[in-house]
């Protein structure tokens, strides 16, 4: 058995959990409370619920529910879309009907929906009008991501000149097939002035990649998360993200039905730490500071509380989570 304890995990991508899609035009605030509660009992003491592409009034509809929560475990907002690739792989499950062209004036519609709380903004870096709203964005203090993107190395590069900070979950939001090189992860990859935020259950990266990409990027610019949907935390069986029908499997896959395009996950924070100490042998501390400190900095705050977890002896099995709003 393994176990460790530190600072409380912070998710910096989380879509839905034990049964809650964010997502959801029906969803209730009450619903997304008792989601929350359930994520904290998972060892998350801060995470940013993520809005996927949608119009400006469903975002606006969704970030309202979230932050009329008013649960300390909110540290902002993540907007994921609708400023991506249009190309089916790129687009990943983001519907086609509401991805769009990046805007300055629709960002700053949805921003203030959201009382200023959009803490982070994945785009794609080769759509039109897509550095403008980095550079706006940067200015309003929100911290910018590349993903579901089809970029080549100079829009990368012309990006992260304009503020661009992080690849979100490298290694996916791409088609399964890529030329060999150069292509849009090793352009990523190979850039110093980009964290890389990484999908660590089985299915969205094996262990080989994920330990290469660790090596590459290095630990202290890799952050874990768990693009986690309502499955997570959930039986296996049917599920909903943002209106597309998927499934978890027993196995924890999510992907639509006889799609082999993944839809999120059904991962755990302290599931994702186990498999990433196991796969790149790195010290358990070194993993859980990419799970808690780091993501917790790069969005300019400190983790909110305390976390022990133990495992099995290969990490794949959480046996025991406990934590606490306070520190020890």
């Known amino acids: 058995m393994r176990e460790h304890a530190g600072p409380a995990f912070v998710d910096l991508q989380v879509n839905g959990f034990a049964g809650v899609d964010y997502n959801a035009a029906e969803v209730t605030t009450a619903q997304i409370a008792e989601s929350f509660a359930a994520m904290e ?12 592409t949608s119009t400006t009034a469903h975002f606006a509809a969704c ?25 089916d792989g790129f687009r990943g499950a983001h519907p086609l009907a509401c991805v769009t062209e990046a805007c300055v004036d629709d960002f700053r519609r949805r921003q203030d929906a959201a009382d200023g709380r959009i803490r982070l903004l994945t785009l794609a870096a ?13 200015d309003m203090g929100v911290r910018v991501a590349l993903g579901h993107t089809h970029a080549t190395a100079a829009q990368i590069a012309d990006a992260v000149s304009a503020g ?30 980009l964290h ?8 969205h990266l094996p262990a080989s990649t994920v330990r290469a990409m660790v090596r590459a990027k290095t630990p202290e610019r890799c952050l874990l998360v ?14 909903r993200l943002a209106g ?33 100490t196991a796969w790149t042998t790195l010290d358990v501390g070194v993993v859980w500071a990419m799970a808690s400190t780091q993501p ?10 305390h976390t022990r977890v133990r495992w099995s002896d290969d990490g794949g099995r959480v046996l025991e989570v406990a934590f606490s709003p306070t520190k020890p």
């Open 244 to 276: 597309l029908d998927v499934v978890c499997s027993e196995d924890g896959r999510v992907a639509a039905p006889g799609s082999a395009t993944l839809a999120g996950s059904a991962l755990t924070m302290p599931r994702a730490v186990g498999l990433a």
């Open 226 to 239: 768990t693009d986690a949907i309502m499955a997570a935390g959930a039986p296996p069986g049917p599920y």
């Open 126 to 138: 080769e759509v039109p009008g897509a550095l403008a709203v980095i550079e706006a964005a940067v």
């Open 296 to 305: 917790a900095r790069y969005i300019g705050l400190e983790p909110r509380g």
């Open 164 to 193: 661009a900070t992080l690849s979100t979950h490298l290694g996916n939001g791409c088609p399964a097939v890529l030329p060999r090189h150069p292509n849009v992860i090793w352009d990523q990859l190979a850039d110093d002035a």
């Open 41 to 52: 009992a998972t060892g998350v003491g801060l995470c940013l619920p993520t809005i996927i």
């Open 63 to 87: 970030a309202r529910r979230i932050l009329d929560t008013r649960h300390p475990i909110v540290a902002g907002l993540h907007m994921e879309g609708p400023y991506i690739s249009p190309e």
């Open 196 to 203: 890389a935020s990484l999908i660590v259950d089985g299915h």
